[in-house]
C-alpha cells in the first residue's frame, strides 16, 4: 500500500502516536508523518504510506494554517495551558488592543523556538533538554506570517487564524503577542486546518479509520495519490523504453524528453501510462533519479 492518508489528529497523542495507530489499524510495515504536531493540538496530519516513506526528505516547502485560542494573564514555561505557570499578570487589553497589534506580526518576523519543541540542537531535540530542566540559548530564526487575523473574542478567551510558513511555533507567536502587551498570553487550543496541500475536509479521524477496519470495509477510497503532495513540482511524461532506464535508476538525456525541464529543482516523472515513477532533476544534460518508486512486477 503506497500513498497518503490525512489524519485529524486528536488531542493527547503525539503524532508519532498517531502514526503508530495507523500503522496498526492499516496493519503496515511503514508509515511516517509529514510534519510534528504537539500532543495538545489537533487537525490536519499527512501520513505517508509504505513506500510513500522513501520521500519524506523530498517534499516541497508548504505554508500552513492554524486556529489557535488563547487567554492573557500568565505565562507558562511550554507556552500552552499545559505547562507551569512562570508568571501571573493583571490584565490591561482586550479585543481592541490585541486586533491593532496583530498587524506588528504579519509578515517576515524573528522568533525564538521554544525550549518544549522538537527542534534539534547539535543533534538533541529541545524538548529532551527541557524537561530535564535543562534551558539552553537559542538562535532567533526568520518565519513569515502571512495572514493573521482574530476571528473570535469570548469571557477572556480570543481566538487567531494565522497563515504561515514551515517551522512558524504559534506558541511563541501568542507569547510574544503577550509580551507586546504587557500582559502575557498561553495558548489554549490549537488545530492545524491545512497542511502540506490537504485540509481538514479530506482528513478521517483514528476512530473512524478503526470503525472501517472493525466493519472489514477496507481503506482504498481514503488512500491519496502520492502525486498530491508534489503538487508544485514540475512534471514531465516519458517514453516506455525511458521509462524502463529511468526505473532501474538509469539518467536520461534531456535534450530527448518531451519537454524541457527546469535545472536543479525536482520534477515528478511520470510513465506513458502516467504512472508516478519517481523524482528526477537535471543538471542540464541529463535527468538522473532522485527518488524511485520501486518496479512493480
Given at each position: 500500500m503506497t500513498g497518503i492518508i490525512c489524519i485529524n489528529k486528536p488531542e493527547g497523542i503525539t503524532s508519532f502516536g498517531a502514526v503508530?495507530?495507523?500503522?496498526?489499524i492499516m496493519r503496515l510495515k511503514k508509515a511516517g508523518h509529514t510534519g510534528t504536531l504537539d500532543p495538545m493540538a489537533t487537525g490536519v496530519l499527512p501520513v505517508m504510506l509504505g513506500d510513500a516513506t522513501r520521500f519524506l526528505d523530498f517534499?516541497?516547502?508548504?505554508?500552513?494554517?492554524?486556529r489557535a485560542s488563547f487567554i492573557l494573564g500568565k505565562t507558562t514555561d511550554t507556552l500552552?495551558?499545559?505547562g507551569r505557570v512562570t508568571a501571573e499578570y493583571e490584565i490591561n487589553a482586550g479585543e481592541n488592543e490585541i486586533r491593532a497589534l496583530l498587524p506588528e506580526f504579519t509578515g517576515k518576523i524573528m522568533q525564538l523556538p521554544p525550549m518544549f519543541s522538537a527542534k534539534s540542537v547539535e543533534g538533541v531535540r529541545l524538548y529532551d533538554l527541557?524537561?530535564?530542566?535543562?534551558?539552553?540559548?537559542?538562535?532567533?530564526c526568520e518565519v513569515e506570517i502571512k495572514s493573521l487575523e482574530l476571528t473570535g473574542a469570548e469571557n477572556g478567551s480570543y481566538t487567531i487564524e494565522v497563515s504561515c510558513s514551515k517551522g512558524t511555533y504559534i506558541r511563541s507567536l501568542i507569547d510574544d503577542i503577550g509580551k507586546k502587551l504587557g500582559c502575557g498570553a498561553v495558548m489554549t487550543s490549537l488545530c492545524r486546518t491545512f497542511a502540506s496541500g490537504f485540509s481538514l475536509d479530506e482528513c478521517v479521524s483514528l476512530d473512524e479509520l478503526q470503525?472501517?477496519?472493525d466493519r472489514e470495509e477496507g481503506f482504498s477510497d481514503l488512500i491519496i495519490g502520492l502525486d498530491k503532495l508534489f503538487a508544485d513540482y514540475e512534471s514531465v511524461y516519458i517514453s516506455p523504453a525511458q521509462a524502463v532506464r529511468f526505473s532501474n535508476g538509469g539518467a536520461l538525456d534531456t535534450e530527448r524528453l518531451k519537454r524541457a525541464v527546469k535545472t536543479g529543482v525536482p520534477v515528478c516523472v511520470y510513465s506513458p501510462e502516467g504512472t508516478l515513477l519517481g523524482l528526477g532533476i537535471s543538471d542540464g544534460v541529463q535527468l538522473k533519479p532522485l527518488k524511485l518508486l520501486p518496479?512493480?512486477?
Amino acid at each position: 500500500m503506497t500513498g497518503i492518508i490525512c489524519i485529524n489528529k486528536p488531542e493527547g497523542i503525539t503524532s508519532f502516536g498517531a502514526v503508530n495507530k495507523v500503522r496498526g489499524i492499516m496493519r503496515l510495515k511503514k508509515a511516517g508523518h509529514t510534519g510534528t504536531l504537539d500532543p495538545m493540538a489537533t487537525g490536519v496530519l499527512p501520513v505517508m504510506l509504505g513506500d510513500a516513506t522513501r520521500f519524506l526528505d523530498f517534499l516541497p516547502e508548504s505554508d500552513k494554517t492554524y486556529r489557535a485560542s488563547f487567554i492573557l494573564g500568565k505565562t507558562t514555561d511550554t507556552l500552552d495551558i499545559t505547562g507551569r505557570v512562570t508568571a501571573e499578570y493583571e490584565i490591561n487589553a482586550g479585543e481592541n488592543e490585541i486586533r491593532a497589534l496583530l498587524p506588528e506580526f504579519t509578515g517576515k518576523i524573528m522568533q525564538l523556538p521554544p525550549m518544549f519543541s522538537a527542534k534539534s540542537v547539535e543533534g538533541v531535540r529541545l524538548y529532551d533538554l527541557a524537561r530535564k530542566g535543562v534551558e539552553i540559548e537559542r538562535k532567533p530564526c526568520e518565519v513569515e506570517i502571512k495572514s493573521l487575523e482574530l476571528t473570535g473574542a469570548e469571557n477572556g478567551s480570543y481566538t487567531i487564524e494565522v497563515s504561515c510558513s514551515k517551522g512558524t511555533y504559534i506558541r511563541s507567536l501568542i507569547d510574544d503577542i503577550g509580551k507586546k502587551l504587557g500582559c502575557g498570553a498561553v495558548m489554549t487550543s490549537l488545530c492545524r486546518t491545512f497542511a502540506s496541500g490537504f485540509s481538514l475536509d479530506e482528513c478521517v479521524s483514528l476512530d473512524e479509520l478503526q470503525k472501517r477496519k472493525d466493519r472489514e470495509e477496507g481503506f482504498s477510497d481514503l488512500i491519496i495519490g502520492l502525486d498530491k503532495l508534489f503538487a508544485d513540482y514540475e512534471s514531465v511524461y516519458i517514453s516506455p523504453a525511458q521509462a524502463v532506464r529511468f526505473s532501474n535508476g538509469g539518467a536520461l538525456d534531456t535534450e530527448r524528453l518531451k519537454r524541457a525541464v527546469k535545472t536543479g529543482v525536482p520534477v515528478c516523472v511520470y510513465s506513458p501510462e502516467g504512472t508516478l515513477l519517481g523524482l528526477g532533476i537535471s543538471d542540464g544534460v541529463q535527468l538522473k533519479p532522485l527518488k524511485l518508486l520501486p518496479l512493480r512486477k
